[in-house]
């Protein structure tokens, strides 16, 4: 069983003139609903072997967000390929895992997570700023998730 958690970062700032979309970092409403968010899923006891993230400021603020509610003390790691990523580029970054890894956190950004749930697990609407879904997978090696061996657990959201 491999179970995959996929994050999206909580609302950004507002766009500066001239500021890269990459340096946009959470709003203190994004802050906000990232420590909510991380707080209510650390209550759930998730042991997490991998957070891997996006090294985009936002995305790499919830990781750390996320890694101190979990008390994980090992390193993000950043993955320059989830920052607007195709899906099949998500989908082979999560299948190239080390198979010693059973539980991963994923945090990135769309429309690559929403094409990512769509394709897994047949999800039907956009993947919200700040949601949480869980996917379990009912096989023993990253290489062999697919749709027909995933299973959507929880789909949780800031505003629920």
Known sequence: MKKLYIVRHAQKEEEQLGQDDYDRQLSPKGIEDSKNMAKFFASKN??????????????????????????????????????????????????YTFDTVNSMLLIGHNPSLTALAITLVEFREEFKMGAIMEIDFDCDSWMDISKENAKLISYETPDK
């Open 46 to 95: 998730p042991f997490i072997d991998l957070i891997i993230s996006s090294p985009a400021k936002r995305t790499k603020e919830t990781a750390e967000i996320f890694a101190e509610a979990l008390e994980y003390k090992k390193s993000i790691m950043p993955n320059d390929i989830l920052y607007r990523a195709f899906v099949n580029e998500l989908i082979e970054t999560i299948s």
